[in-house]
């Protein structure tokens, strides 16, 4: 373990993302892990995996990649397969893929034919919330639940699911608690640091993962010396960003990051898992329904602006809140699922006065460079 | 100069696939008459899972952008519309489908929803809902969610599990796929009958599913068919037959098609008539073509004797459901779930035999190539569409592993012409020959059948 | 007062000077590898023009894809926000700039001679003068003729790629087939200008149009992107330095807002010259 505390504790996991993995598996612990926002980290935890998150790494060239993934496909995820085509992740003890979007469904299929875990589960997630794909989706977690029994060498109790889920919970409102500090203006924490205290915590145990937030909590709150104020208050949205390089070179470009609706930003952390009697209901009712992205599909409504406020009103909420000035579409490349949604999300912002950028990127630290004359711009023009 | 201008379309080889473009242009007609006499008409997703058969139950008239995107791509009159949904916001990395589905509905509400009258084949109507789709891909219910910004009218996604290889395997997994598939039908008609203020009629759907099925049973004895050598049909000959099978199998006149079908490959079959003079190797073609230069493959049937003996999987109709699922199933909800759940997990076996996932797109594969002795792979990975794309370098390595059986990789896309390059297609093509030729010699060596 | 902009692009380096009256001189030389070099040589080659010393500038932007190498410069500022600028200050009325330049394309947006939206087009060459360059060396000609050429023809070649290198093969496929070079740049012209507009069209092209950069030179191109917005659109006539002279104009405003220690700014910049002095 390490000596250092809060946010440099924090970027010490981000750098060295699976070095605390490795040591919970040399101590004879065991690692799950799980693609996107999906897969319950509950089950997990309450048998005594440590949850992993899998990301891949803009840093990496891509040279396995091409082998299996054709270049058109989601540059995330072939980056994800590529890395594991490497060996990266040969040190986990069961991989959990999920149907969030076409390219993790795809790729947790191909993942499983070429790399055998000692236990590993596709889990599938409807597109729908409706009452029939709660209950399915309840249904597929406990088959996973088992799968992951079957090599975990013990069974989970309710309590043990219960105890979970108040863990995560409270994993969850310190996030929350975070990311509130970036009310005031100028906002405590940067983009980048954020970032980094949030893939930290993926990368490591719940529990010590709630105590480095609090660490942060705690150092931030009295830090002088965080970010500067800066014209613009921005909002990210799209699927999500990984690596400080990007939100760097935002934050470079004078722009502060002050929220996101992100798969590794608030996405994964802003609800709660209701406590219900059988714990897999209230797991499948907050994975399915209530974890917000466009992957869910949600019946029409009434008329267009209900629909429209039904799929994205909270994006005004935030940005009230978070007293946001201009949004930041993050799209990586090949992206269906946001893509999709760029004109009818672009104009629904411009709509309440936000202006809006859109950058299609290709997931690589190389590619970023010529993207600074538009976050410029960008930036220029805000407020 | 004239005569060096290549042909874009195919001459396709058989007679009754030559007269399968009635079908979509009756499919197209008859909505637009529908709409003009104020009947109900509504735009669907290939479902596959005969929610299309149920709306017609309702008397709704139906038409497919999926079918349109091709045909206005094959016309090459998709790049207005492909540009016109870009310059709205769309990304160019969306499905051709989707984008030239975008551009069109954009322009027909600039038209105030009176079809424009450049519309290639007349046109599509303005529809009271949409009928989206959970199964296969993303953009099959995003693409229509989308549109709500060009007119306010319902969406209903019509959900399919997708479940894995050792996943389907599990416990009750399958039993519970089809229960949710069952409720999910039960709310779909609930919400048909909200919108149409009017209750199913469930003899009309059991009379419909009727024709479904003996459609389907004639589309796949044609597959059957297809096994033997030489080829009495190929790919382009099948692109053309699919569209009543896949758009209207319920519909009498499709039936009678499709006995005519297997009429004239049973003939040619019997007197050991090849679909082209002189065939010399057997490609499979993985997955989806590119509509706007399918004369393509004529030339390299012409050049190298290659016939396409197999192809395009998702289109395919399934074997029918075995006896012992159909037995003693009195829901027509249950047999339909049945029956599609069947279509995507029919080959989970072969899956597990042999060690890989997934289902989809990918095991068929290891069963047709032995099926129609393929002594290559032609591989068409699409700018646009990632679904039918994702696995394709999968099922590349995969038959060469366990087959030996090579792969050609072109690059293209199902509309968007403008990213395909036929030079580079033709010289690839020369170059695989070779390839064939001598992975025929390592199968023999190695023991393989064909 | 004098000010200066100096905009390096990707092949093109302008520098405009300005006083407050207007503009005194421009000028502009091919950008070579050595940014930092280059920028002192251009600066100095356009201070000779105006007979002004380097301590007379009062304040110096810098903008391009080159700027962040302009170490004499006071402020940088993104080429769009300085094209935005520039094209204002010529045309008041301008809704939408058109920028061609060699390496990318960009689209603004103006209202009130404030930016309200832009576009850029993605890391492939297709929609920018860098496929024109392809394809004029794929013919053996001129870049600055072949958009006259391009006017000769009656018939444009059908051209689908839009890819650079899907189209240079296209090119060679229609020589062979014997379509004529005009033909076959009229339609190459067309393409571009088709993939330009779809692209800017993204932010609504409404009037006054103004076309900017080095596209702007090319009257087949300007001919087809005509065609294809609907109505006539406006061309400077230096079209190469509008991001320069935004600079310019921004460099004027940042110094009435730069009261205190000017002196102390002429000394880092002159420290900043001495060194590339010496180094060169």
Known sequence: MSDLKGLARAAQIYRGRHERAKEIKAGGGKVAGYFCCYPPLELMTSLDYMPLRILGDMNEPLTEADTYLPTAMCCFYRSVLDTAMKGRFDFIDAFIGAHACDGAERVSYIWKSYLKSPCSFYLDVPHTNHAASIELFKKQLMYLGEELEKTAGKKANREMLKQAVALHNKQRSLVRRLYSLNKGDPPLMSGSEILQVLIAIMCIPAVEGNALLEEVIEEVKVRAGGPKQRKGRILVWGSLIDDIALTGLIEDCGLNIVIDDTAIGTRSFWVDVDETEDPFDGLAIRYLDKVVCPRTFRDTKQTRMEDLDNRFGYLKKMVKEWNVNGVYFNIIRNCDIHGYEIPELRDYLEGIGLPVLVIEQDYSTTALEPLRTRFQAFAENIG | ?450 | MFFAGIDIGSTITKVVIKNEEGILVSTAQPTGAEHRRLAHEVIKGALKKAGLTFDQIDFIVATGYGRINVPFADAQVSEITCHMRGVSWLFPGVSTVIDIGGQDCKGIKVAGGRMRNFIMNDKCAAGTGRFLEVISDTLGLKLEDIGEISLRSDNPAGVSKTCTIFAEQEVLLRLSEGVSVEDILAGLHKALAGRIHSMVSKIKIEKDVVITGGGAKNAGLCKYLEERIGFPVLIPSEPLITGALGASILAQEMAAKTSADEQVKKERKLEAVTFFDKED
């Open chain 2, 1 to 450: 100069m004239e005569e060096k201008k290549k042909k874009k379309s195919s001459a396709k080889t058989l007679q009754t696939a030559r007269e399968a473009g009635y079908f979509g242009k009756k499919m197209l007609a008859g909505t637009r008459q529908a709409y003009e006499e104020g009947k109900p008409v509504a735009w669907s997703m290939v479902d596959w899972w005969m929610g299309s058969t149920i709306t017609k139950a309702m008397g709704i008239e139906l038409c497919y952008p999926e079918n349109y995107g091709a045909f206005c791509a094959s016309v090459r009159k998709a790049e207005p519309n492909l540009d016109y949904a870009e310059s709205d916001g769309v990304p160019n990395t969306i499905c051709g489908y989707a984008r030239n589905c975008i551009g069109y509905t954009r322009k027909l509400k600039e038209n105030n929803f009176i079809i424009p009258e450049d519309s290639p084949s007349g046109g599509m109507p303005k529809p009271l809902f949409l009928l989206a789709c959970g199964a296969v891909c993303d953009a099959r219910y995003k693409w229509f969610q989308s549109l709500g910004r060009y007119m306010e009218v319902p969406v209903w996604t019509l959900e399919f599990p997708q479940t894995g290889v050792n996943e389907y395997f599990m416990g009750d997994n399958k039993k519970d796929n089809i229960k949710f598939m069952v409720q999910e039908l039960r709310e779909f008609i609930a919400f048909l009958e909200n919108l149409l203020g009017k209750k199913m009629d469930w003899d009309n759907l059991s009379g419909k599913l009727d024709t479904f099925f003996k459609t389907h049973e004639l589309a796949h004895k044609v597959d059957l068919l297809r096994k033997s050598v030489p080829s009495p049909a190929v790919c382009t000959d099948f692109w053309s037959i699919m569209i009543p099978h896949l758009y209207m199998p319920e519909d009498p006149e499709a039936l009678d098609f499709y006995q005519r079908v297997y009429d004239e490959v049973k003939y040619k079959v019997d007197n050991k008539i090849g679909a082209i003079p002189n065939e010399k190797y057997r490609m499979l073609f993985g997955e989806l073509p590119p509509w706007h230069t399918l004369g393509i493959f004529d030339e390299f049937a012409e050049k190298y004797g290659v016939a396409f003996a197999f192809e395009s999987w998702n289109y395919h109709v399934p074997s029918p459901l075995p006896d012992d699922e159909r037995y003693g199933i009195n829901d027509p909800l249950e047999l339909i779930a049945r029956y599609s759940y069947h279509k995507f997990n029919e080959h989970a076996q072969v899956a597990r035999e042999q060690c890989m996932e997934p289902t989809l797109f990918t095991a068929p594969y290891m069963k047709f190539v032995k099926d129609y002795k393929a002594d290559g792979l032609f591989c068409h990975p699409l700018i646009s569409c990632r679904p039918a794309t994702y696995t394709l370098m999968h099922v590349r390595n995969l038959l060469m592993e366990k087959f030996k059986v090579p792969s050609v990789v072109v690059e293209g896309d199902i509309v968007d012409l403008r990213v395909f390059n036929e030079e580079e297609a033709h010289s690839k093509m020369e170059a695989f020959i070779e390839t064939m030729d001598h992975y025929r010699e390592v199968r023999k060596k190695e023991g393989f059948e064909w």
